[in-house]
């Protein structure tokens, strides 16, 4: 079956504008997961989603930052007053229930100019 | 201070010459995993060590977790062009599902 989608691959905004990420987990996938690797670095935590509602979002940087879950399957990341320091890979993941493999999408990368 | 301190954080070998990687923390973990990512990307998992001690082989790739489980080493046998990318050891944290990783460390085969 299909893997962890993400859309788009590349978004490129000014900053101090909005910007919405979108991720397809995989289908039946309970728990979601969203980081984000800064260049050269590994990926950090930002949220995780379990059904609908956000289980930890301990990792979201301040309140520009925000993702939802409506019917839980797609996602959505969204980032408010884009500063350039938000630039970076936006990794999805999704697994079956707690504590299982996590399954990555390929990244949207966002470069704020 | 990371968590996770992952070394070298980058390696450039010729094809068919080995490697080892290491990733070294003060905290004990009940587990460890090893990912690799490769350019445009999400990481893939490798493997999961449990046991301190533990080693655990996955083709020319072999992994090691530290008596201590404190630290892990990846070693490649033979490298070939196919095994570039970015290495990256993460652990769970104990009250969460969220994966902590460490910095990562990119290995480059020549053909």
């Known amino acids: 079956g299909a893997g962890v989608s993400q859309t788009p691959s590349n978004k490129v905004t000014e900053k101090g504008k909005y910007v919405e990420l979108r991720c397809d987990p995989i289908?039946?996938?309970?728990?979601l997961y969203w980081y984000r690797q800064s260049l050269g670095q590994g990926p950090e935590f930002l949220i995780y989603?379990?059904?609908?509602?956000?289980?930890?979002d301990s990792g979201l940087p301040n309140d520009r930052f925000f993702a939802v879950r409506p019917e839980g399957s797609v996602s959505t990341l969204k980032i408010q007053r884009t500063e350039r320091g938000d630039s970076a890979v936006y990794l999805c993941?999704?697994?079956?229930?707690?504590?299982?493999?996590?399954?990555f999408g390929p990244g949207t990368r966002l470069t704020v100019l | 201070t990371q968590l996770l301190e992952q070394s070298p954080q980058f390696l450039s070998i010729q094809e068919g010459e080995n490697l080892t990687v290491y990733c070294n923390s003060s905290?004990?973990?009940?587990?460890l995993q090893w990912y690799r990512q490769e350019p445009g990307e999400g990481p893939v998992l490798l493997v999961t060590?449990?046991?301190?001690?533990e080693v655990k082989k996955l083709k020319r790739l072999t992994f090691q977790f530290g008596d201590a489980r404190k630290d892990s080493s990846l070693h490649i046998t033979a490298a070939q062009p196919g095994d570039t990318g970015l290495y990256l050891c993460?652990?769970?944290?104990?009250?969460?599902?969220?994966?902590?990783f460490g910095g990562g460390t990119r290995v480059l085969v020549k053909p």
């Open positions: 993941a999704s697994s079956q229930g707690h504590f299982n493999e996590q399954f």
């Open positions: 993460a652990v769970r944290k104990a009250a969460g599902n969220k994966l902590t």
């Open positions: 289908s039946g996938h309970t728990a």
């Open positions: 989603f379990q059904g609908t509602g956000a289980a930890d």
């Open positions: 905290s004990v973990f009940s587990s």
């Open positions: 060590v449990v046991t301190g001690g």
